[in-house]
Nanobody
């Protein structure tokens, strides 16, 4: 089993930045693909970004490409999401998730965190 805990969310004005963190525990974090997803009230959960275990391969949703950066530090069992140039439409609960294969389908991820709220004011 893997436990994932997100942190770093909060309230920020449009144009501002936040860095989310996701810390893993319970078993080794090595070799897991890590993804970020988000869900706004009344909307379905959507893919945001994913990173390979070695960090060399990343993929982003078109809505965040060029603004968000996913990274990981396997020695610290932590994955990050740096969010720049935030927009009100980025407001959502952000979740990190772990999988064994590179994928964007949320239901194919094995483990999930509890989520952290990001609110962007206009």
């Amino acid at each position: 089993q893997v436990q994932l805990v997100e942190s770093g969310g909060g309230l920020v004005q449009a144009g501002g930045s936040l860095r989310l963190s996701c810390a893993a525990s319970g078993r080794t974090f090595d070799n897991y693909i890590m993804g970020w997803f988000r869900q706004a009230p009344g909307k379905e959960r959507e893919f945001v970004a994913v990173i390979s275990w070695g960090g060399g391969n990343t993929k982003y949703a078109d809505s965040v490409k060029g603004r968000f950066t996913i990274s990981r530090d396997n020695a610290k069992n932590t994955v990050y999401l740096l969010m720049n140039s935030l927009k009100p439409e980025d407001t959502a609960v952000y979740f990190c998730a772990a999988a064994k294969l590179m994928r964007v389908e949320s239901h194919l991820y094995d483990y999930w965190g509890q989520g952290t709220q990001v609110t962007v004011s206009s």
